[in-house]
């Protein structure tokens, strides 16, 4: 499975940003998608992520209510928007698949993962 994530940029507080990440490859061997971020000097935690048959998503607290993933079966791609961004947003945004059976906030349950691509929100 090969993932492709871009949209990333430069946006003021407050504004919007959707990052796309494409799958190809064996992705029906794939249950789960997620997003990572990492911030310069921190470790890469978990974001969001989404089942790609019932659609059901899970989201860290602190972007709750500002971020959400979704996905296009047919497309086999999955979205995350952004919207009412701080600077504490600010990190290089990973997609990744997995293969477990449920919906997992761990790094570990991915198998697979993308290039990154950088946000940036300036305050």
């Known amino acids: 499975v090969q993932l492709q994530a871009s949209g990333g940029g430069l946006v003021q507080a407050g504004g919007s940003l959707r990052l796309s990440c494409a799958a190809s490859?064996?992705?029906?061997?794939?249950?789960?998608m997620g997003w990572f971020r990492q911030a310069p000097g921190k470790e890469r935690e978990f974001v969001a992520a989404?089942?790609?048959?019932?659609?059901?998503?899970s989201y860290a607290d602190s972007v709750k209510g500002r971020f959400t993933m979704s996905r296009d079966n047919a497309k086999d791609t999955v979205y995350l928007q952004m919207n009412s961004l701080k600077s504490e947003d600010t990190a290089v945004y990973y997609c990744a698949a997995g293969t477990y059976n449920s919906l997992s906030r761990l790094i570990r349950n991915y198998d697979y993962w993308g290039q990154g691509t950088q946000v940036t929100v300036s305050s």
């Open positions: 989404i089942r790609w048959i019932s659609g059901y998503t």
């Open positions: 490859g064996r992705t029906f061997s794939t249950s789960n």
